[in-house]
Every structure is written in structure tokens, then in C-alpha cells.
């Protein structure tokens, strides 16, 4: 199975900051990554798919880079209701592995 | 608006089986694929299950190949995972979602708690 990280796995931010998610899977995935955000007590929202598509409905502060081995996620301008946990989804290969989180706090 | 409403969770023995449905609306369900993810809570995601538009195709977590079957009725539009030989480490929330490999939507879930 195709082995998914993320870095880091917990970081803090303040509103209005921008950051940077990574995820790294072991071998090549071309695009087929997506990325979620999770709240606590709710269900998986999916943001991105295709490495760089918006889902729609989702913020344009959101996006999404990469191809092959190494994506990322971008938040340009933090907004109170993004602090959540992000996870990162590989459907290249089957079965799809998930990374393992990165949770985003506020600082 | 796409629902996905799971059912049948609860407490079963290892060794056990159960049945988890799963009934979807709002989107044409017969043209999409469909799988199943589940969570601990308070931990990480596990993609469980999926199956194609038609139900030819099935696709299984290394986990839960030989335990678990995933099938569809599309006259029903429902979803079902069959789980037998249940271990203490299949205990999660087990979620419906919508797409084979990368699922849009997901429904709230069904807690699974094998435990003797």
C-alpha cells in the first residue's frame, strides 16, 4: 500500500496568517490527491481534489499544489473557522491510504 | 442536497457479525461510486470499502479483505457493508460516502463497538 505523511503534525497560527500544509506519499500518485478538513464532531469536508481543483463552495483561500510524490495545502489568510485538522487522501493506487493529520490551532 | 444516512451499528462479541446500511438522496445514486471510511475516534481515517456504479466492482482495505463485503441496491439507492469476524480493532465510526476512491461527501456515521 502506498504510505501517505503529512508535516507537520501540529502546528499554531494566528488569524490572518498564511500556512502551508505538506504531504508526501512513497511512491508517485500522479494528482490523485485530495485534501479534508475536519472540525471536532464533524464529519470530513473535502476541499481540493485533483492536487489542485476547489471543491465547490469552498473559500479561494484554499489551494492546493503538486504532482508525484510531494503536495501541498495553502491557507493564504486565516480566518477563525479554519482551525480544524486537515488530512490529506491518495486514490492512485488501492487501496486509498490517508495521511495521518496535521491539526491547526489558534496561537 | 446530497445526504447519506447510515444504520446499524452497535455492540457485537469478536468474532461477531453486523450489517450496515446505508440510504442516500439527493443525487442520482445508480451513476456513482460508493465506499465506506471509518475513523476511531479521536484518530485517523481507514478507507474500508468501495464499490463501482454497478456493483461489478469491489475494492477492500488489506484489513478487512475476506471479512468484509461491500455491495448496493440501486433500486433502493442504499449501500450495505456485511462485516464478519469482527475484532476488537474494527471498533470505529463507520461512514458512507459518496465516490469509489476519492468520496465528496460523507454521511454523520454509524458507531461499531466489538467488545466482549
Known amino acids: 500500500d502506498i504510505q501517505m505523511t503529512q508535516s507537520p503534525s501540529a502546528m499554531s497560527a494566528s488569524v490572518g496568517d498564511g500556512v502551508t500544509i505538506t504531504c508526501r506519499a512513497s511512491?508517485?500518485?500522479?494528482?490523485?490527491l485530495a485534501w479534508f478538513q475536519q472540525k471536532p464532531g464533524k464529519v470530513p469536508k473535502r476541499l481540493i481534489y485533483?492536487?489542485?481543483s476547489l471543491q465547490s463552495g469552498v473559500p479561494s483561500r484554499f489551494s492546493g499544489s503538486g504532482s508525484g510524490t510531494e503536495f501541498t495545502l495553502t491557507i493564504s489568510s486565516l480566518q477563525p473557522e479554519d482551525f480544524a485538522t486537515y488530512f490529506c487522501?491518495?486514490?492512485?493506487?488501492?487501496?486509498?491510504?490517508f495521511g495521518p493529520g496535521t491539526r491547526l490551532d489558534i496561537k | 442536497e446530497v445526504e447519506l444516512v447510515e444504520s446499524g451499528g452497535g455492540v457485537v462479541r469478536p468474532g461477531g457479525s453486523l450489517t450496515l446500511s446505508c440510504e442516500a438522496s439527493?443525487?442520482?445514486?445508480?451513476?456513482?461510486?460508493m465506499s465506506w471510511v471509518r475513523q476511531v475516534p479521536g484518530k485517523g481515517l481507514e478507507w474500508v470499502a468501495g464499490?463501482?456504479?454497478?456493483?461489478?466492482?469491489?475494492s477492500f482495505g488489506d484489513s478487512v479483505k475476506g471479512r468484509f463485503t461491500i455491495s448496493r441496491d440501486n433500486a433502493k439507492n442504499s449501500l450495505y457493508l456485511e462485516m464478519n469476524s469482527l475484532r476488537a480493532e474494527d471498533t470505529a465510526f463507520y461512514h458512507c460516502?459518496?465516490?469509489?476512491?476519492?468520496?465528496?461527501?460523507w454521511g454523520q456515521g454509524t458507531l461499531v463497538i466489538v467488545s466482549s
Open positions: 460516502a459518496r465516490g469509489f476512491g476519492d468520496p465528496d461527501y
Open positions: 439527493g443525487f442520482t445514486f445508480g451513476v456513482v461510486g
Open positions: 464499490i463501482n456504479l454497478n456493483g461489478e466492482t469491489t
Open positions: 511512491q508517485g500518485i500522479n494528482k490523485y
Open positions: 485533483g492536487a489542485s
Open positions: 487522501l491518495q486514490h492512485n493506487s488501492y487501496p486509498p491510504t
